[in-house]
Nanobody, 126 residues
Framework: VQLQASGGGLVQAGGSLRLSCDAS????????FAWFRQAPGKEREYVAGVRWSNSAAHYSASVKGRFTISRDNAKSAVYLQMNNLKPEDTAVYYC????????????????????WGQGTLVTVSS
């Protein structure tokens, strides 16, 4: 399984970006995908997750209402639409995947994901 993240860049506060995660290597009908982020000097933080089979989505409190996670079955891709960006959203964003559906309480734990993309940098200026 390979994950390729892209779409990062520099944007002003209040702006938008869409991140993409292209997945390959097998079918993902039974997988959970997620986006994490890591700011300099901080631990990796869960952002959002989606169940591939039914597109059920979950968000961290810090991004709920501003970010939207989605997936495209035909393109084997997962997206993170980020609106109303804030300087505190600045981080390297990683997509991750695992087979199966972790319970809600463990959805945000990075150790529960087996596959990771290389990360894409998002910088939000004030």
């Amino acid at each position: 399984v390979q994950l390729q993240a892209s779409g990062g860049g520099l944007v002003q506060a209040g702006g938008s970006l869409r991140l993409s995660c292209d997945a390959s290597g097998r079918t993902f009908s039974s997988d959970t995908f997620a986006w994490f982020r890591q700011a300099p000097g901080k631990e990796r933080e869960y952002v959002a997750g989606v169940r591939w089979s039914n597109s059920a989505a979950h968000y961290s409190a810090s991004v709920k209402g501003r970010f939207t996670i989605s997936r495209d079955n035909a393109k084997s891709a997962v997206y993170l639409q980020m609106n109303n960006l804030k300087p505190e959203d600045t981080a390297v964003y990683y997509c991750a995947a695992r087979l199966g559906y972790p319970v809600l309480s463990s959805l945000g734990s990075a150790r529960n994901y087996d596959y990771w993309g290389q990360g894409t940098l998002v910088t939000v200026s004030s």
